[in-house]
Structure formats: structure tokens, C-alpha cells
């Protein structure tokens, strides 16, 4: 059984920081990646970011414009989402999601293929 947990939401003024961490555990053969969801409500769900776990390969969205970065521990079974500059449209919950493969795969990974997700953590900005 595949968990995902994520942590590190919480309410920060805009121009603030935040590090969000996706915790993940389970049994993975093969090849898997880890993204970064956000979805207001009343709104599609988009992808922020996302990484490959052998190799480390990245995307973020348009949106992100380098405000957003993305790191992996193996070692831990972590990624993690740092993000600058935060404005009040990056108030969302945020979600974590794996996606698992058994051969290399093309990045990013559409959406529906993503397997296991958590269930999400706030991240509100305001004054």
C-alpha cells in the first residue's frame, strides 16, 4: 500500500516563504514520479511541478516563473517544494501525487496517470 503525506502549508503575507514536503512510503518497482497539484475551489486542479525519481528531471508550470522549486531525497522517500515570493493566487490546497511506471517515461507525466495522492495541505497568502 502506497501512502502519500504532504506538510508545510499554513497562512504567510505575500512575499513570504513556504517548504512544502511530500512524504511517500511504499512498495516501488520500477520508475515513479512525484508532482505537485494545487486547486482552488470552484477551479480546475493544475500542475505546479513535478520531478523523476532516477534521474531527477523536472517541469514546473507556466505559472511558476521561478518561484517554485523542486528537490527529491531518495534516501528519505521526500520531495520537496520550496516556494518565493508567494501572492495571494497561490492560495490553494496543494496536493502531492506519484505517479508509477515500469519503463523510462517522458515528463511530465498527464495528470490521469498520477496513481497515489494525498490529501492536500492549505497554503493561504494574504495580508
Known amino acids: 500500500q502506497v501512502h502519500v503525506v504532504e506538510s508545510g502549508g499554513g497562512s504567510v503575507q505575500p512575499g513570504g516563504s513556504l517548504r512544502l514536503s511530500c512524504a511517500y512510503s511504499?512498495?516501488?518497482?520500477?520508475?515513479?514520479?512525484v508532482g505537485w497539484f494545487r486547486q482552488v475551489p470552484g477551479k480546475e486542479r493544475e500542475v505546479v511541478s513535478c520531478?523523476?525519481?532516477?534521474?531527477?528531471?523536472?517541469y514546473y508550470g507556466d505559472f511558476v516563473k521561478g518561484r517554485f522549486t523542486i528537490s527529491k531525497d531518495n534516501a528519505r522517500n521526500m520531495v520537496n517544494l520550496q516556494i518565493h515570493n508567494l501572492r495571494p493566487e497561490d492560495t490553494a490546497v496543494y496536493f502531492c501525487?506519484?505517479?508509477?511506471?515500469?519503463?523510462?517515461?517522458?515528463?511530465?507525466?498527464?495528470?490521469?496517470?498520477?496513481?497515489?495522492w494525498g490529501q492536500g495541505t492549505q497554503v493561504t497568502v494574504s495580508s
Open positions: 520531478i523523476s525519481s532516477n534521474d531527477g528531471r523536472t
Open positions: 511504499g512498495l516501488f518497482l520500477g520508475y515513479y514520479a
Open positions: 501525487a506519484l505517479a508509477t511506471f515500469t519503463e523510462p517515461f517522458d515528463m511530465p507525466p498527464r495528470e490521469y496517470m498520477y496513481d497515489y
